[in-house]
């Protein structure tokens, strides 16, 4: 794909870098090696001391959507770097955070970008102005003596660092009112238990009437629908292992078991069971192939998750120390949890033995105390350009003219606040607020992402690409907000880049975007118009009639659905005793399930078709069904 590429520019006079992009996001390692395959001369800056953001620093790679999700141009390199390190000729989407580091690494050198720097932040920015047109002139970085210059910046951030360091680009933080874009899900909310599982009527306060540690005062929260600065919980998507060698659950330093009252009273109020935190396993790695028991902390809309939303506050425009210290807050939280549940007296020894048979996995992140460097900063600033993502534009038209990337993700909008909740007869219960995840429409969750979300408003920024914190509101931005679609967007800016360096255009905002379209496509292979698996299916059958299986439920006709998955076709049932059935491959095996809940099926196969036979009862009905195909598409 990318060896017959020729270099296109050379390095502008009076510069130190053609390109610089700040954050080895999975965004950032896509903008860089872009860029570097065009010929750019790049440098990447990471604050952290691990290179890859959440892709490998924060053990998430591009799990959102999993091998079954598309994954083109960069991505899918990625993802195809990951199954080779396993001997694989498949994509994973999911590898051990180790793996993904080391593709990331491969990804820039074979582009040539050499110049990278870990332990690096921001320290500010400044910038000139020349006809009433103003551009980022250079970068104080926190490893270098002096500041740094360079054509075009890419700030890949979480935070949108340079964004919000130069002073005269627009942006915003925390949630919108309703009125502002008119978007019905925008601002404060009611707190309460619609979508909430786990245990309710759990108690606010302690013995002298004060509020329990992890709860807030409900006088704090913004009246329904108004704007304020909430953002959606961070957390440590932390390494889990169920091996051997697993690290046991740290006491992490200034441990007070005083502190998890919230967790002891909603163990109680859940009937002795921890789930109401994280069921133990957490969620697997997709697509990971390896022996190895790991998995990977995720959230759960319950008042004692692993999300704590009240850890986050004032986190858009902290300082960098202040920063460090909600990190802190937040590892002290999740690792007292899990101390808590698998040492303290206070709970049931089958859940201390449940807990005590896993822990950190000893092969991550060793330097960092096993714990994943990087936080998961599901949202923070955001660009205000000329365009801004709304949730009534998002998909609305789905297709974009200026279309450089396809999301596929429905609104998510984890939990914002954690209230004292008044009952009545002077109780108190904690209830969440903030969580919302509809769907995006009838034809489902896909939509093309604009050039113009990634542009501050003409005038501002006009060397400066922002693909990470893109011009969205916060409603919209719960769903743009997916590693797979920032390696996309990443590397449209990577591309978009070229034009200011080889002089053919004067601002990113000037950019030829049909230009940048065909580069992305032609020589990256990625796609830039939805839906997400809309290529041509090869020659496959019609539909599949499915017979033998123990119940009913599970037989019948599977006809071909117009959207693969995973780049194969996938057969829905048309069973009225089981309509979300589906027949799908993840890439290793063929499965006949409801895709995220229940799998019933399984056989081992790697094949572009479903087999007749050898499938393997999983949470079926004995005996397992065979397969027969229908009429093949000529």
Not at 241 to 262: E, H, M, Q, T, V
Not at 571 to 592: D, E, F, H, I, V
């Amino acid at each position: 794909m990318l060896a017959a590429l020729a270099a296109y520019v050379t390095l502008a006079r009076g510069v130190d870098f053609d390109v610089v992009v700040y954050g080895s996001t999975p965004a950032g390692i896509a903008a860089a090696t872009a860029a570097g395959h065009l010929g750019m001369k790049v440098a990447v800056y990471e604050p952290l001391k691990m290179l890859g953001g959440m892709g490998a620093a924060g053990n998430l790679a591009l799990n959102d959507g999993g091998n079954g999700a598309e994954h083109t141009g960069l991505a899918k390199v990625f993802t195809m770097l990951n199954g080779a390190a396993y001997n694989l000729t498949t994509q994973v989407a999911h590898p051990e955070s180790f793996v993904a580091e080391a593709s990331f690494y491969k990804m820039l050198a074979q582009a040539n970008v050499t110049a990278i720097k870990l332990d690096c932040h921001v320290m500010s920015a400044t910038s000139t102005s020349t006809a009433g047109v103003s551009k980022v002139e250079s970068v104080v970085f926190s490893c270098e003596q002096n500041s740094v210059t360079a054509t075009v910046f890419i700030d890949a951030s979480y935070d949108g660092d340079i964004m919000v360091a130069v002073g005269n680009v627009e942006y915003t933080a925390g949630r919108e009112a309703k009125t502002t874009y008119n978007e019905s899900l925008a601002g404060a909310r009611t707190p309460g238990f619609d979508g909430v599982g786990g245990p309710r009527h759990v108690n606010a306060l302690r013995d002298d009437g004060t509020i329990i540690k992890y709860v807030a005062n409900l006088s704090e929260l913004t009246p329904p629908g108004e704007a304020d600065d909430a953002l959606m919980a961070f957390q440590h998507r932390m390494c889990i292992s169920g091996d051997a060698d697993r690290i046991p659950w740290p006491k992490p330093d200034g441990y007070n078991p005083d502190d998890f009252l919230l967790i002891q009273r909603a163990l109680e109020a859940n009937g002795g069971s921890a789930s109401m935190f994280t069921r133990m396993p957490p969620s697997s790695l997709p697509g990971y192939p390896g022996p190895k028991k790991k998995y990977c902390l995720c959230c759960g809309i319950t008042v004692a998750a692993s999300d704590q939303p009240l850890l986050n506050k004032g986190w858009a425009n902290a300082t960098w120390e202040r920063k460090q210290e909600i990190i802190a807050d937040h590892t002290y939280f999740e690792l007292g949890t899990f101390y808590y549940l698998a040492n303290d007296p206070s709970v049931p020894a089958s859940v201390r033995a449940e807990y005590s048979a896993y822990g950190l996995c000893a092969d991550e992140f060793k330097d960092f105390g096993y714990m994943p460097p990087q936080l998961y900063v599901r949202i923070s600033n955001r660009l205000v350009g000329d365009f801004v993502m709304t949730q009534n534009n998002i998909a609305n038209p789905r297709n974009k003219t200026d279309g450089i990337a396809v999301g596929d993700w429905s609104f998510d909008e984890h939990m914002t606040g954690k209230y004292a909740v008044p009952v009545g007869d002077g109780k108190y219960e904690v209830q969440l607020e903030g969580n919302f995840w509809p769907g995006l429409g009838p034809g489902g969750n896909w939509y093309d992402v604009p050039y113009q979300a990634i542009t501050p408003k003409r005038g501002t920024g006009s060397n400066l690409l922002v693909p990470v914190c893109l011009s969205a509101s916060a409603v919209a931005y719960s769903s743009t907000r997916i590693e797979n679609m920032f390696m996309s967007v990443g590397s449209a800016a990577g591309v978009a880049a070229k034009q200011l360096v080889d002089g053919t255009a004067a601002t990113v905002q000037d950019v030829n975007v049909s230009e940048v379209q065909d580069i992305l496509v032609n020589v990256f292979e990625q796609r830039i118009h939805g839906p997400p698996g809309s290529a041509p299916v090869g020659k496959s059958p019609k539909y599949y009639n499915v017979s033998g299986a123990g119940d009913g439920m599970w037989n019948g006709q599977y006809n071909r659905a117009t959207q693969t998955y995973g780049g194969r076709p996938q057969y829905k049932s048309s069973s009225a005793k089981c309509p979300l059935c589906m027949l799908y491959s993840n890439g290793q095996t063929w499965r006949l399930a409801i895709q995220g809940k229940e799998l019933f099926y399984v056989a081992g196969s790697a094949s572009e078709l479903p087999p007749a036979t050898g499938w393997l009862v999983f949470n079926g009905t004995a005996p397992a069904p065979t397969f027969v195909g229908g009429p093949v598409d000529e």
